[in-house]
């Protein structure tokens, strides 16, 4: 079994800053890359930002306000969202590809979600 944690959401003011974090446990042999995804209501759950290997890749709309980073000894990666706006606000999810045993395939993993709420 593999789960994957999430906290750190919130309510802040426009302007403000929280960071997320994510932790996955289990059966883990490797995680070939975590992200944060996230959803408001019904809608499509929407891509906002991904780490994998040395790479990043960032939705237009959090570029140079969101920051994700990974620390791999813990499996954990991290969201930083600076300068939020009311219209970050959303169930962010985490996300990671992971592998179980050494020849297994990736599979995904999502965490239960958490809340971000940016209102004054």
């Known amino acids: 079994q593999v789960q994957l944690v999430e906290s750190g959401g919130g309510l802040v003011q426009p302007g403000g800053s929280l960071r997320l974090s994510c932790t996955a446990s289990?059966?883990?042999?490797?995680?070939?890359?975590m992200g944060w995804y996230r959803q408001v209501g019904g809608s499509e759950r929407e891509l906002v930002a991904i780490?994998?290997?040395?790479?990043?890749i960032y939705a237009d709309s959090v570029k140079g306000r969101f920051t994700i980073s990974r620390d791999n000894a813990k499996n954990t990666a991290y969201l930083q969202l600076n300068s939020l706006k009311s219209e970050d606000t959303a169930a962010y999810y985490c996300n990671a590809l992971i592998r179980r045993t050494r020849d297994g395939i990736q599979e995904p993993y999502w965490g239960q979600g958490t809340q971000v709420i940016v209102s004054s």
């Open positions: 780490s994998r290997g040395s790479s990043t």
């Open positions: 289990g059966s883990i042999f490797s995680i070939d890359s």
